[in-house]
């Protein structure tokens, strides 16, 4: 072929692409639209205040400003809740709680505690409710529950042609629902009171905007808006699972691109779109998806809050686990970046931590050794970049392993939020024991031995069938506190602390029939967390007042990290697991 | 500032979203990435003032996107020869056009990253030769040798697809 008919070729291969002009219409308008509303706003920022104050007074205090979605920022994620056994079929947000249908146990509500409250199963929830009525549907049939009196009532039979699910309210005496059929699945209005029903459109899982009247649902692999009196359609973007807001002004929904999952947001008025987890891939083999799978985001009362369910992809096929995913206009400073950053890390939520990198490695989290405390240390803004100096604290189960670590955190703003640039460790130390029974101080490369098993006073120890445990030493170096693992049939913790200066040993408690696990120290100094199982495998923990010689027993629980002087431990239940948020100084708990 | 964006827009929009198709080869990541060209784009809108050539400057953002979108979907593969892991090219729709052009289509498969980048930005991109020397930070007159050479390969590879049919 010719030169010349090469090049005709190639641009006759371009000419083929075509451009979607409906597209470059409606991201043109974005540019036009910004443009105009910042000139708007320079001019009447004094009016703009005033309204705004104005209206503070007269909304309730749930609504949140309109802003654009691309203009939400990530405040904080973490999951805090695992599904240990069984599955959860269906979940829905009413009222300040979580309402969880697990399967072959019936509905539970999540609430400072997670208590069953139907022997029901849903296998669909309705995304809102009237009054304080919500819907579920199971095998086919729909139910409405009655949050408050905690009862649920059979409203429609599903029957072998008909089967129902994805209820949601229209009004009072009106419901949509998914009706399964074997070609097309539709999306059906029912009276509950006549049982009449009208074929709407094809399509599921439909979310009603009442003020607009219009259905956001989707349809082979598409979110789709349909005006309800005009029978307009809009596609909003490829994706599953999708949920409005209350208010209709946002929609959350599943997105997958190149086999990663991600949950992705999009203004009502489609004007933009914002992906807010960043899916890593799979920790072993490459397998061209990403480490999670994402399942029904949807929305709390505001507008600023998403439970999404995500399951391990991967090799590590954990239990299904709800995240809480927190959106703010405003962007985290500096110091809450990195915080996050460490607090995602050490509960391994790797999609949220890798957000917060702008060049996220491809392992994050590692099962051993693991975080299991920080405290940040100092800010230094520099000409464009901000130093977050912190230190890390690392421990490795049942072993006699402890290391602190400073980082320097280099931050830089991108798109108006802080993202990790580097991360620099600066120091280690390490506290360890060797294999003549002696512990040693590493600093930096250099060792010093601090003591051996035979300086303990004999009159401490059971039996002579011992080895160290857990161990640390406080945050002014003064003291290591250790522990010694009995070996014989009936295991014994104890838990000592070394004084460095005195070199004298000190007696802080004897767990019975523990096998140690690991200890961890609050940023203060104060106290002390000992994790432990029994013989009987049970999970136990005490909180160690150092300060007070006191201590606390927790049976069923499970520390996870210290964030300052508050602890975030985990409650482990048959069925589940819950992180909560524990004070040790008025000994109270709040839930995520 | 309002008039000037929506003029570059205008003038390039269908130089940009052709160029992320050929990369992509699919119509959704394409608009999200177009999109992500466009924001960044608006944002840094006020540095372009002073800079000699607007389609370099809007291009240079392109190109970088859909790397670092390689980069961050397959961040197993970060790296200097990330660009070697660039999908192949290929379309969702079978062309209609003639068998040389299905050839010239499958050829381009067979040219190295580089000169398929250089292909893409010539062709897809309708990029000048001064324009694509800013973007790769190349000489231009080393490109318009480098181009016309390519031309001469892809010639040689449609006879051999053709003579092989």
Redesign the interface.
Do not use: A, C, H
């Given at each position: 072929?010719?030169?010349e008919?090469?090049?005709k070729?190639?641009?006759?291969?371009?000419n083929?692409?075509e451009?979607?002009n409906d597209?470059?219409k409606q991201?043109?308008n974005t540019?036009?639209k910004?443009?105009?509303s910042r000139k708007w706003k320079n001019a009447w920022i004094p009016l703009l205040a005033a309204a705004v104050l104005f209206l503070a007074f007269l909304l309730p205090n749930e609504q949140m400003p309109n802003v654009k979605a691309?203009s939400l920022k990530i405040a904080n994620a973490i999951s805090f809740l695992d599904i240990g056994s069984g599955e959860i079929t269906a979940y829905t947000y009413h009222d300040g709680r979580l309402y969880l249908s697990l399967e072959g146990k019936g509905i539970f509500v999540y609430e400072n505690e997670l208590k069953q409250v139907l022997n029901d199963v849903a296998d669909s929830f309705s995304r809102s409710s009237k009054g304080d009525k919500l819907l579920f549907t199971f095998n086919g049939d729909v139910f409405l529950f009655d949050v408050k009196t905690m009862k649920s009532e059979k409203v429609l039979d599903g029957t072998s042609d008909s089967s129902y699910i994805y209820p949601e309210w229209k009004d009072r005496n009106h419901i949509y629902l998914t009706k399964v059929a074997d070609k097309e699945n539709q999306i059906v209005e029912v009276n509950v009171q006549t049982k009449e029903e009208t074929i709407i459109v094809s399509g599921e899982m439909a979310s009603f905007v009442e003020k607009e009247q219009i259905l956001v649902f989707e349809r082979h692999g598409e979110i789709i808006i349909y005006n309800v009196k005009s029978g307009k359609e809009t596609i909003v973007?490829?994706g599953k699972n999708p949920s409005v807001t209350n208010d209709g002004n946002y929609i959350s929904y599943v997105k997958e691109?190149?086999g990663?999952e991600d949950v992705w947001i999009s203004d009502m008025d489609l004007e933009t779109?914002n992906k807010i987890t960043?899916n890593?891939?799979p920790r072993f083999e490459?397998s061209g998806e990403g480490m999670y799978r994402y399942q029904f985001p949807i929305w709390g009362n505001d507008e600023r809050t998403l439970y999404v369910m995500k399951k391990r992809n991967d090799g590590e096929n954990g239990p299904a686990k709800i995240m809480k995913i927190e959106l703010s206009e405003q962007s985290s400073t500096e110091i809450e970046t990195v915080k996050s950053y460490l607090q995602a890390l050490m509960v391994r939520d790797d999609d949220f931590a890798k957000s917060l990198l702008k060049?996220?490695?491809?392992f994050l989290t590692y099962s051993n050794p693991k975080q299991i405390g920080f405290q940040i240390l100092e800010k230094t803004k520099n000409e464009q970049s901000t130093s977050v100096k912190a230190e890390v604290y690392w421990t490795d189960t049942s072993l006699a392993y402890y290391k602190v670590s400073t980082y320097d955190f280099i931050l830089m703003k991108e798109?108006e939020r802080y993202v990790i640039e580097t991360v620099k460790e600066l120091s280690t130390t390490e506290l360890l024991a060797n294999e003549q029974n002696e512990i040693e101080l590493v600093k930096d490369g250099k060792r010093e031995l601090l003591f051996s098993l035979q300086d303990i006073p004999q009159s401490f120890i059971q039996t002579e069938n011992v080895r160290f445990s857990s161990l640390l030493h406080t945050h002014d170096g003064k003291n290591v506190i250790f522990s010694l693992q009995g070996m014989d049939e009936t295991s014994e913790v104890t838990l000592f602390s070394f004084n460095r200066e005195t070199k004298s040993f000190n007696l802080l408690a004897t767990l019975e029939g523990g096998i140690m696990y690991k200890i961890a120290l609050d940023a203060t100094g104060r106290y002390l967390t000992a994790d432990y199982s029994t013989d009987a495998l049970d999970s136990k923990m005490i909180i160690f007042d150092l300060e007070k010689g006191k201590q606390t027993d927790f049976t069923n629980v499970r520390s996870k990290f210290w964030k300052g002087d508050k602890l975030i431990l985990e409650e482990v239940a048959e069925t589940h697991s819950m992180y909560y948020q524990y004070d040790p100084h008025t000994g109270s708990k709040i839930n995520y | 500032?309002?008039v000037k964006?929506?003029d570059l827009?205008?003038a390039y929009?269908?130089d940009v979203?052709?160029y992320v198709?050929?990369k992509t080869s699919n119509?959704?990541?394409t608009?999200?990435l177009?999109?992500d060209v466009?924001?960044k784009a608006?944002?840094k809108f006020s540095m372009l003032e002073g800079h000699p050539n607007d389609k370099a400057w809007l291009f240079t953002i392109a190109r970088n996107t859909v790397i670092d979108y390689y980069?961050?979907?397959?961040?197993?593969l970060?790296g200097d020869e990330f660009e070697q892991y660039l999908s192949p090219l290929k379309?969702e729709d079978p062309?209609d056009?003639t068998t040389?052009?299905e050839c010239?289509?499958k050829s381009l498969r067979h040219l190295s990253d580089e000169d398929l980048e250089i292909?893409e930005l010539r062709?897809?991109a309708?990029l000048k030769f001064k324009d694509m020397a800013v973007i790769l930070k190349k000489e231009e007159g080393s490109l318009r040798v480098k181009t016309?050479r390519i031309?001469?390969k892809?010639?040689v590879l449609?006879?051999k697809c053709l003579g092989g049919l």
């Open positions: 072929m010719e030169n008919k090469i090049k070729t190639l641009y006759e291969l371009r083929d692409i451009v979607d597209f470059k991201l043109r540019f036009v910004k443009s105009r691309s973007d490829r691109r190149s990663f779109k960043t890593p891939p490459p060049d996220p490695p491809e798109n | 500032m309002e964006f929506v827009y205008d929009f269908d979203y052709r198709y050929v119509k959704w990541d608009e999200d177009v999109s466009f924001r608006f944002e980069r961050k979907n397959k961040s197993v970060i379309f062309f056009g040389e052009k010239l289509q292909t062709y897809f309708d016309n031309t001469k892809l010639g449609v006879k």
